[in-house]
Structures are given as C-alpha cells and as structure tokens.
C-alpha cells in the first residue's frame, strides 16, 4: 500500500476563521492547525469556477505560522508528496511563503518550500537551501507539485508540472530524523499577502511495487459522495426531518416558542393531552434543566404545568410533569417523575394527557410510570405565556432551561384527553380541521413546515425567541441521503444499535409473605426466584418493606448483590447473572439484561404476586447490532482515466459508555472485500480515514469501473 | 436552406467491460483478436480488473457481552453512527506520451462501413466510407480514443477493442448512453453555410430535431450552440438549451442569431451525456435564396 495520506479538502467546509471548519479539520484529521485563520473552499479567488477545493493559511503572522500540521500514519525515512499549489500573488520577500515543511517527531523543521518574490522555489533545510535555477511559479496558476523527501539520506527533488526543478543530494541539514509531520501553506507577514493554497495532496511511501515510483504524474483527488443505498441496509437512518418538510431547531441557549398570554392555555382541572415529537441534540448537564413544554412563570408567581428532562444533579437527571394551583412555589407538586436518558440524535413522541382526573405520560406510545390521580385545579393565568422548548419569566427566557435540540408537531389540545392507553405513535403530521374529531379542542398546533414560526390552528400567535427557527433539513429518508454532507452534519446520520433488553415490573400493594419474583438466573442456569418474606431465612428471601417503594428496593438489592445481605434480602443470595434492576421513582422496578441483544428478550420475569405484575412474561426490547449498510458512489470526475487508490472516509462517533467498534470496506463490483480497520469509536464525531490500494496485494487495479461500481460497506463489528 | 448532420466528433460509442480467464494483457488482446480467439471472450461481465479481496465480514462477531452489571444509570445503549462517508479517489488522466500508435481498423456501425486510424498522440480519426466524411474519436483523459486494434466477433459483427492501458476489452454499444458505465459522452456537430456575398444576411434562427428526450440520466443536459463567422478563427460565446428526459416533442430552437457575410458561417452544436442522435437542422435565413437580386437591387441594377 503506497498511498497513506489522501485528502481532497472537500469533507471539512467551507470558511475563514470558521469554528465549523477548524472543528472538523481537527477532528481525527490534523493534529494543529491555525485555528484564526484557515481557510477551506471551493474554487480559488481569482477563479471561482474552478471545482477542486483548496486548502491556504490567509493571516500573516511576523512569526511565521501554517494553516494546518499533520502527523504521518507512522514516521519514515522516505516519502512522495503529490500536491496541486497556486498563490494569489508572488511574495514581496524570500522564505516567507512555503508550500511545505518537513518535521521529524520532534517537530522540528527539517525542511522548507519557500515560494520566492521572484516565483522560484526554494528548498530550506537550515543551513542552507537548493533553489530552482529561475521563476517557476506565477500568480493565480494552479501547478502540481511532486517531491521525494528521503530524510535517510538527506535528498530532496521537486518536479513541477513533470519538469524537475530542484534536486538536493546529501545535503547537512540542520536537523534530522525520520519524517513524522509535516505543514501545509506557510505564511509570514514579512512575505506581503501572498497566499499559498494547496490542493489534491497525496502521500506516498515506498513499500511495495505499484505506484511508488518517482515521478508518478499528475493526479488529483476526487470526493466521491454516496448517492445510492445498497439492498442490505442494517443501519438505521436517523435524518433531522421528522413529519413534513419542517422542524423546529431550539439549538440557541436562550430559543424557544411562546404562545400567546391568555386564559386559553389555562388547563384547569378537565382533560387535556400536550404532545409533541422531540430531538435532543445534546442533554442538560449538571442542575441544568430542559424544558419541553409548560406555562410556568417564576417570578410573577404564575407558574401552572411544565415538563422537563433535569440534568444529573437536578431530580437524578428524571423527566418531570409538575403543576402549582396557585401559581406560587408552595403548591407545587413533581405529579410524574421517569427516570429516562433519551439517545442524542433520535426523535421521541412526547405526551401527557390527563382523561378524568388520571394523569399520565408517555413515550413512544408507551405509559411510562404510573397513572397518577390527578384532580387538581392548574393555576390559570391570563399574565404567563406557553412555552415550547424553554422556561420564561413573561417573555424572557431564563437561563440553564433550554431544550438543546428540535421539535416537530407539537399539539395542545385542552379539554379532551386523547390518550389513555398504550397507543401507536404517531407516523405522519397530526390531522387538521375537519380530519380530526377534537379539533375544535386543539388551541396550539404547530408541524413548522412553513418558513415562518405559526400556529396551524389560526388561534393565537407564536413567538419565536433566541434564535428558535423552522428549518427544512436537507436529508430524507435514505441511508446516502443522510451521510451525502460534504461538509460535517451531525444532527443528520445513520447509526447500529446495540440494545439490552428490559422489563418492568410494577406493584399495586405491598407484596404477602411468600409471594415470589422470578427474573433471570442465579448462574447461568438455574431461575432466580426471590421469595417475599416477613423475615428472611435463606438465600434468595427479601425482607418485605413497610410500603411499596421499600419492598421495592430490598428486591432490587437483593437482584444487583448490593447493599443489605443479611437484613434486606438472604445472606448467599448472589447477584443475578442475566439482569440488573433499578427502582424508578414510580417504585416500579426496572430490570436491564447484562448482555444487550435479542438474547436479552428470552430472559423470563414471571411472579406469583396477588398486587402486582411484570409488564410482559420476558424482557423486551433489545436488539443485535443490525447487519451492514452498503452505498454506491457518485461517478468520478469526467477525465479520469487513471485510479490508483481509493481511501473510505468517515465521521463516527457513539452514542455512550459502551464500547463499539466499526470497520469500513471497500467492495468491488464482483464481490471482493477490502476491509478497512477495525476501530474503536469513540464518543465525539472524528473522521477516519481507510485507504484501499491494489498495491501490493495484486496486480490487477482499481479503475474507474471498478470504482464506479463498487460499494462502501460500513459494519458494526463488536 | 437546411444543412445536414455534418462531421462528428467526441467519442460516440459506450463500452462494456469483459472479464477474460486469465485476464488479457492489451498485447494478448491484440494477439487474441488478430487470431480470431473469439472463445477467450466468451465471459461478459460488467467489471473487469478488480482487486480479488479476501471477504472478512463473515469472520466478524456480531454479538459480544460489553459488561455485566453496569449500573442502570450510565447505559450500555452503544449506538455508533455515522454522518458523513465518503470515498477518496486519486485519479489521473493518461499521461503525454502513453498513447502509442496502433493499427488501422475497421467496423461497420449503424450500416457505416468505418475505418479506424489511430494516430496515438495525434489522435483516433474514423472514416465513415458511406457518407464521405471523418471524425475525431477521443475517451476523456485520453487523447484519443481508448478502445483500440478492434475487430468484429461472432453473429452479429459485434465490434469489440482493447484498451490503451487496461488489460479490459471494450465493445461498442449502440444503444448505451454513458460510456464506460460513468462517462457522459461528448457529442459535437457541425455544419455551415458558405456565401460569398459582402450583404448581411440575418438569421432568424436555428433549429434541430433528433432524439431530444433520450438523455444518459435524469439530470437536465445542456445543449449548446455557438458559431463562428471566420470559419472557426474564433467563435461566439455558447448559448444552451436545456433538455429533459423525457421530453421528446418540445422544440429546440435558437432565435435572433444576428447576420454575416462572407466567407460564411459555421454552427457547432453541443452536449455532454444529450442527443444520441441529431436528425437534422434547420437554419432561417432571411433572403437567403435571393442574395444576388438583393446584392444587385442594393447597387442599382435592378430599379
């Protein structure tokens, strides 16, 4: 393999100075770069047509900087460096725009492409230099560069457009060592506003037999973006577009949507349902809170309903329904509390609804704690506003409250409950007018498919504050649709799941002596049978508490092996094999399987309780890694006649503690698998890079066929 | 006054790839076509020439224990994603001076008996003896064309060639619109009207018909047209025409195309990946088939 660093800048952005950019060029791709002023685009300024990308540092500093620094796969003693250069305009004095240096592994300069005011070009390698005989590089013309670098025995050879320009035999550099680094686009200040762009870059060492040769010839680097799904597609596609074209991005510290201040967001004590699809880009931290939905104003003492998702130190990181009756801090009561660590990235449907004084939430269809009854007359309030995505006092937001992420379709409707079960969630955008039967209940109704933040109901007006706005995402519903970004787009990506299974297991009265709980096995093999007793005996006995909550958490210590053997449950009880359990603020007892995957879903949970019940005879939900996504590719550009290597480029990260490993290959049109590595993935997005060469495995090559039909295979491996 | 389909230029053909046991070297592919070793090429397949990689997917485990007994709290949902792939290729274009000559050929096309002069570096003209005219075959990235020392094989006289470069053999298809399965293929037409009157004659417009509606893919195409009025010194500016895939009735038409004199003037028509064929054109030219009475009324022959 001979091809070990490619990049056609295509994959970063576009920008000067750009946060975006500079994140992404840092992001597993280059170990430093000028973060003040690096600039990536398309085109080069004097020629906007053109359609490679480049590369150029466009600050001059007295020092001297480089737009970027990039460490080598691994430090050798010889290299090739193909590169397309071109500059705006000559510098006004020598050795103070380069192209290129050269940096052992203690980032020392062994050498230096200086572009000079008289457009020669000049290799610098400390005590000395070796320069082109006359000009060889003229303002706002693109040339391809070619250098062979072998720091074993200090030579160095430049051709441009095939013509060698410069060679330096065994030259005493002032400093040595294998290469290990290298820069990019060098500039100074003392060289005027010269700025050198570079493009096309491709490394090469010398380890087998196929395009290692010196010169090689021009060649450029094509960014090849998916626009096909392959038929096998295991990864499930997660794009930022919910239902209809529109969402509402609530990113911005301070955004969120206010309704209008009236008594008709007022719930009162009758039925009402408040429901809405979420997205969290990024959970709240520390005592941060993000606030989904309330009428809830603080420092008029207005406070009425609100749901929010604390953060780890606020109510253990619960989502939260409370309400006050009379607007004041003394009458409020947490009515739902769910202890729920929603996936960044993944939309969830939303719902509390209350049907005859039985108050419930849900997600994804699903009553998650218990139905609480709920009576109350919520304080009303004709001075506090609605409020979707953050909490406000009157119509300013508060800080630390904001719902770091997107909604879609959310829906007031006051006066009718609309769930009181389990239901289906929704798939499409909420019926309007006369398709829906409680319509005329509906007071707030927003799909934010139009431009403009509105209330589809024609009621009363919406407000956004911060930077709260309804965006059309660019993705759909394909895998390639989602990860065709040429510039990085997190919020819009494709992901493999690895899911443990759960079940629940809720009680309605203190459980009897006697009664049992089977979850799981002790070892392996035998059921774990945990018997509810008055006073414990043996192994496996769990003291029953004086309530529910306390029953509760002597069975989940006596199923995690924790504290209290011997007083809460039986001394030689051991801790379950296949699952964990933990006490939800319901009291109801949730239990994880050890191993994620649909092994997880065959783990029984069965009781004899005369008040209470598993939510089903085994644990649900979990799920294997899913099989690999294929893509096909965008054609190459039109003149290409000649591929030497094809390098697979990804941005990747995961979604929390668990370990996850991923590898990307290369399938040829006929079947044949290059695998890339296997790596491990780490939480924060980072580009990897896989290059797959014919050399020296085969003879035979890639070609523009091969490429064209060929796939990119991303897999999940552990 | 109507012109006809003139001289064509730009590749015309697609090519489908082979895959020969043992893979032919362009040499053997000479050698093999030359020979009439029609059996070699017996297995047709659309790639050629790809790595032959071991398969690894299958030695992969696809279910692992991540831990045992993590606390609820933290999570063992690991859901790795991706937002971004992308492939990298390094690509090149034929290097100066690796495009040999080779020997002459000959094909019959669409009922054109065609001769084939590879002249390497000077380029591929073709020769079509039916209607008296040459044209200039090039591949992009090539100078000339790449499908080279060709023959015709088996029923059918299917025309079949090697390639500059790869060990692949290509055959020519006339009904494939990309070529080499990526390529849009290059079309140019041109065709003029010559006068050796000094009075400007307007043209009112140009107009072709051909297979408007059968484009490579679905994205629009862009026919183009400009003219040159010193017999292709130098040339006007290019005015497109966008076409659409499935549009087979609409009108393509150019309006208000100025005037010339003489020598007269010459039309190029356009397109990458457009018409796969043009049935004629049509050019309107205000009293062109009245020139000399118009030249004589202008001097005062003629009262």
Same mark, same amino acid.
């Given at each position: 393999?001979?091809?070990?660093?490619?990049?056609?800048?295509?994959?970063?952005?576009?920008?000067?100075?750009?946060?975006?950019?500079?994140?992404?060029?840092?992001?597993?791709? +280059?170990?430093?770069?000028?973060?003040?002023?690096?600039?990536?685009?398309?085109?080069?300024?004097?020629?906007?047509?053109?359609?490679?990308?480049?590369?150029?540092?466009?600050?001059?500093?007295?020092?001297?900087?480089?737009?970027?620094?990039?460490?080598?796969?691994?430090?050798?003693?010889?290299?090739?460096?193909?590169?397309?250069?071109?500059?705006?305009?000559?510098?006004?004095?020598?050795?103070?725009?380069?192209?290129?240096?050269?940096?052992?592994?203690?980032?020392?300069?062994?050498?230096?492409?200086?572009?000079?005011?008289?457009?020669?070009?000049?290799?610098?390698? #400390?005590?000395?230099?070796?320069?082109?005989?006359?000009?060889?590089?003229?303002?706002?013309? /693109?040339?391809?560069?070619?250098?062979?670098?072998?720091?074993?025995?200090?030579?160095?050879?430049?051709?441009?457009?095939?013509?060698?320009?410069?060679?330096?035999?065994?030259?005493?550099?002032?400093?040595?060592?294998?290469?290990?680094?290298?820069?990019?686009?060098?500039?100074?200040?003392?060289?005027?506003?010269?700025?050198?762009?570079?493009?096309?870059?491709?490394?090469?060492?010398?380890?087998?037999?196929?395009?290692?040769?010196?010169?090689?010839?021009?060649?450029?680097?094509?960014?090849?973006?998916?626009?096909? %799904? %392959?038929?096998?597609?295991?990864?499930?596609?997660?794009?930022?577009?919910?239902?209809?074209? #529109?969402?509402?991005?609530?990113?911005?510290?301070?955004?969120?949507?206010?309704?209008?201040?009236?008594?008709?967001?007022?719930?009162?004590?009758?039925?009402?349902?408040?429901?809405?699809?979420?997205?969290?880009?990024?959970?709240?931290?520390?005592?941060?809170?993000?606030?989904?939905?309330?009428?809830?104003?603080?420092?008029?003492?207005?406070?009425?309903?609100?749901?929010?998702?604390?953060?780890?130190?606020?109510?253990?990181?619960?989502?939260?329904? =409370?309400?006050?009756?009379?607007?004041?801090?003394?009458?409020? *009561?947490?009515?739902?509390?769910?202890?729920?660590?929603?996936?960044?990235?993944?939309?969830?449907?939303?719902?509390?609804? =209350?049907?005859?004084?039985?108050?419930?939430?849900?997600? /994804?269809?699903?009553?998650?704690?218990?139905?609480?009854?709920?009576?109350?007359?919520?304080?009303?309030?004709?001075?506090? =506003?609605?409020?979707?995505?953050?909490?406000?006092?009157?119509?300013?937001?508060?800080?630390?409250?904001?719902?770091?992420?997107?909604?879609?379709?959310? =829906?007031?409707?006051?006066?009718?409950?609309?769930?009181?079960?389990?239901?289906?969630?929704?798939?499409?955008?909420?019926?309007?007018?006369?398709?829906?039967?409680?319509?005329?209940?509906?007071?707030?109704?927003?799909?934010?498919?139009?431009?403009?933040?509105?209330?589809?109901?024609?009621?009363?007006?919406?407000?956004?504050?911060g930077t709260a706005n309804a965006l059309t995402p660019s993705d759909g519903s394909y895998g390639w649709q989602v990860i065709d970004k040429s510039a990085p787009n997190d919020t819009t990506f494709i992901e493999a799941s690895l899911i443990p299974a759960t079940g629940l297991l809720t009680l309605t009265a203190v459980p009897a002596n006697t009664e049992t709980v089977t979850v799981g096995?002790?070892?392996?093999?035998?059921?774990?049978?945990?018997?509810?007793?008055?006073?414990?005996?043996?192994?496996?006995?769990?003291?029953?508490?004086?309530?529910?909550?306390?029953?509760?958490?002597?069975? *989940?210590?006596?199923?995690?092996?924790?504290?209290?053997?011997?007083?809460?449950?039986?001394?030689?009880?051991?801790?379950?094999?296949?699952?964990?359990?933990?006490?939800?603020?319901?009291?109801?007892?949730?239990?994880?399987?050890?191993?994620?995957?649909?092994?997880?879903?065959?783990?029984?949970?069965?009781?004899?309780?005369?008040?209470?019940?598993?939510?089903?005879?085994?644990?649900?939900?979990?799920?294997?890694?899913?099989? +690999?996504?294929?893509?096909?590719?965008?054609?190459?550009?039109?003149?290409?006649?000649?591929? %030497?290597?094809?390098?697979?480029?990804?941005?990747?990260?995961?979604? %929390?503690?668990?370990?996850?490993?991923?590898?990307?290959?290369?399938?040829?049109?006929?079947?044949? *698998?290059?695998?890339?590595?296997?790596?491990?993935?780490?939480?924060?997005?980072?580009?990897?890079?896989?290059?797959?060469?014919?050399?020296?495995?085969?003879t035979a090559g890639l070609t523009p066929n091969s490429i064209l039909n060929g796939l990119v295979r991303v897999n999940r491996a552990t | 006054m109507t012109i006809a389909k003139a001289a064509i230029s730009g590749q015309v053909a697609a090519a489908v790839v082979y895959a020969g046991t043992p893979e032919p070297r362009t040499s053997q592919l000479a050698a093999m076509l030359t020979l009439?070793?029609?059996?070699?090429?017996?297995?047709?397949?659309?790639?050629?020439?790809?790595?032959?990689?071991?398969?690894?997917?299958?030695?992969?485990?696809?279910?692992?224990?991540?831990?045992?007994?993590?606390?609820?709290?933290?999570?063992?949902?690991?859901?790795?994603?991706?937002?971004?792939?992308?492939?990298?290729?390094?690509?090149?274009?034929?290097?100066?001076?690796?495009?040999?000559?080779?020997?002459?050929?000959?094909?019959?096309?669409?009922?054109?008996?065609?001769?084939?002069?590879?002249?390497?570096?000077?380029?591929?003209?073709?020769? &079509?003896?039916?209607?008296?005219?040459?044209?200039?075959?090039?591949?992009?990235?090539?100078? @000339?064309?790449?499908?080279?020392?060709?023959?015709?094989?088996?029923?059918?006289?299917?025309?079949?060639?090697? $390639?500059?470069?790869?060990?692949?053999?290509?055959?020519?298809?006339?009904?494939?619109?990309?070529?080499?399965?990526?390529?849009?293929?290059?079309?140019?037409?041109?065709?003029?009207?010559?006068?050796?009157?000094?009075?400007?004659?307007?043209?009112?417009?140009?107009?072709?018909?051909?297979?408007?509606?059968?484009? $490579?893919?679905?994205?629009?195409? !862009?026919?183009?047209?400009?003219?040159? &009025?010193?017999?292709?010194?130098?040339?006007?500016?290019?005015? $497109?025409?966008?076409?659409?895939?499935? $549009?087979?009735?609409?009108?393509?038409?150019?309006?208000?195309?100025?005037?010339?004199?003489?020598?007269?003037?010459?039309?190029?028509?356009?397109?990458?990946? @457009?018409? !796969?064929?043009?049935?004629?054109?049509?050019?309107?030219?205000?009293?062109?088939?009245?020139?000399?009475?118009?030249?004589?009324? !202008?001097?005062?022959?003629?009262?």
């Open positions: 393999m001979s091809n070990i660093i490619v990049d056609g800048f295509a994959t970063y952005g576009i920008g000067v100075n750009s946060s975006a950019v500079n994140a992404a060029l840092l992001a597993g791709v +280059y170990s430093d770069i000028n973060a003040s002023q690096v600039s990536v685009g398309q085109g080069l300024p004097w020629n906007t047509s053109d359609t490679e990308w480049w590369l150029a540092c466009t600050q001059t500093f007295s020092g001297g900087a480089y737009a970027v620094r990039r460490s080598m796969p691994t430090a050798i003693s010889r290299a090739f460096f193909s590169m397309h250069v071109a500059v705006n305009a000559l510098p006004t004095s020598n050795d103070q725009k380069g192209v290129i240096d050269f940096r052992n592994a203690s980032n020392q300069i062994m050498g230096q492409l200086f572009i000079e005011s008289t457009g020669a070009l000049s290799f610098n390698f #400390g005590n000395g230099s070796a320069d082109s005989s006359g000009p060889v590089i003229g303002a706002e013309t /693109d040339y391809h560069l070619e250098m062979d670098i072998d720091t074993a025995s200090k030579n160095f050879t430049l051709q441009v457009n095939g013509v060698t320009v410069i060679t330096s035999t065994a030259a005493a550099w002032l400093h040595t060592g294998n290469l290990a680094q290298f820069a990019l686009s060098l500039n100074s200040s003392a060289g005027g506003n010269s700025n050198v762009y570079v493009g096309s870059l491709i490394v090469r060492d010398t380890n087998g037999s196929y395009n290692n040769s010196f010169p090689i010839g021009d060649r450029r680097v094509a960014t090849l973006l998916p626009d096909v %799904d %392959d038929a096998a597609q295991g990864w499930a596609v997660q794009p930022l577009h919910r239902f209809g074209p #529109g969402v509402l991005a609530l990113t911005g510290s301070l955004d969120g949507v206010l309704g209008a201040a009236s008594a008709a967001s007022d719930l009162g004590s009758g039925d009402f349902t408040i429901e809405g699809s979420f997205r969290f880009a990024a959970l709240p931290l520390a005592g941060n809170k993000a606030v989904l939905f309330g009428k809830w104003g603080e420092t008029a003492n207005q406070r009425a309903y609100q749901l929010y998702l604390g953060g780890p130190s606020l109510e253990n990181g619960w989502l939260v329904f =409370r309400t006050s009756t009379d607007g004041t801090s003394g009458t409020v *009561v947490e009515k739902i509390q769910w202890a729920w660590q929603p996936t960044v990235g993944q939309w969830y449907h939303i719902a509390v609804s =209350r049907n005859a004084g039985n108050l419930q939430l849900f997600i /994804d269809g699903v009553q998650v704690g218990l139905t609480v009854t709920d009576t109350d007359t919520y304080h009303a309030t004709a001075l506090e =506003r609605p409020v979707l995505g953050i909490q406000v006092n009157g119509i300013t937001a508060v800080a630390n409250t904001f719902l770091d992420g997107w909604n879609d379709e959310f =829906r007031m409707t006051v006066g009718a409950a609309r769930y009181t079960a389990n239901f289906a969630p929704p798939t499409d955008k909420f019926p309007r007018n006369g398709d829906d039967p409680l319509w005329a209940d509906v007071i707030w109704l927003s799909g934010w498919d139009s431009p403009s933040i509105s209330n589809d109901t024609g009621g009363f007006a919406l407000t956004g504050i096995t002790k070892d392996g093999t035998a059921a774990a049978v945990y018997t509810f007793k008055t006073a414990i005996a043996s192994a496996f006995d769990v003291l029953i508490g004086a309530s529910i909550s306390a029953s509760v958490d002597n069975l *989940v210590a006596a199923i995690n092996g924790g504290v209290g053997a011997g007083v809460t449950y039986g001394t030689g009880t051991t801790a379950n094999f296949d699952v964990t359990a933990a006490k939800q603020p319901s009291s109801q007892m949730q239990v994880t399987a050890n191993t994620p995957g649909t092994g997880g879903n065959s783990i029984a949970s069965t009781e004899t309780l005369a008040n209470g019940s598993w939510a089903s005879a085994t644990l649900t939900g979990g799920l294997n890694i899913p099989g +690999y996504s294929q893509f096909g590719f965008s054609h190459l550009p039109r003149g290409a006649v000649i591929v %030497d290597s094809v390098t697979l480029l990804s941005r990747q990260w995961k979604s %929390d503690a668990g370990a996850t490993t991923t590898t990307l290959s290369f399938v040829g049109g006929e079947g044949g *698998v290059a695998a890339g590595a296997t790596r491990a993935i780490s939480g924060t997005p980072t580009a990897y890079f896989d290059t797959i060469e014919e050399d020296p495995d085969t | 009439g070793l029609a059996a070699r090429f017996a297995a047709v397949d659309a790639i050629a020439a790809l790595v032959p990689y071991a398969e690894t997917a299958a030695a992969v485990s696809m279910t692992s224990a991540i831990a045992a007994l993590v606390p609820y709290a933290t999570g063992i949902h690991s859901l790795p994603a991706a937002s971004a792939i992308a492939e990298l290729a390094v690509w090149g274009t034929a290097p100066p001076g690796s495009e040999a000559r080779t020997r002459a050929w000959a094909f019959v096309f669409d009922g054109h008996p065609c001769y084939v002069l590879d002249l390497g570096e000077e380029g591929t003209f073709i020769y &079509d003896t039916s209607t008296s005219g040459w044209a200039k075959f090039s591949t992009d990235g090539y100078v @000339g064309w790449n499908m080279r020392i060709g023959t015709t094989w088996t029923e059918g006289n299917r025309i079949i060639g090697g $390639d500059t470069f790869s060990a692949n053999a290509w055959e020519m298809d006339p009904d494939t619109l990309i070529d080499e399965g990526f390529r849009d293929i290059y079309h140019a037409a041109t065709g003029g009207v010559a006068t050796r009157s000094r009075v400007y004659l307007g043209v009112e417009s140009l107009r072709v018909i051909g297979s408007m509606g059968s484009l $490579d893919d679905d994205t629009p195409v !862009q026919f183009s047209l400009r003219f040159s &009025d010193d017999n292709g010194k130098t040339w006007t500016a290019t005015q $497109d025409i966008t076409l659409t895939v499935g $549009d087979f009735g609409g009108e393509v038409a150019w309006r208000s195309l100025g005037s010339f004199m003489a020598p007269g003037r010459v039309f190029e028509l356009t397109d990458y990946g @457009g018409l !796969q064929r043009i049935d004629g054109a049509d050019i309107f030219i205000e009293d062109f088939d009245d020139i000399s009475t118009k030249y004589l009324k !202008q001097y005062g022959v003629y009262e």
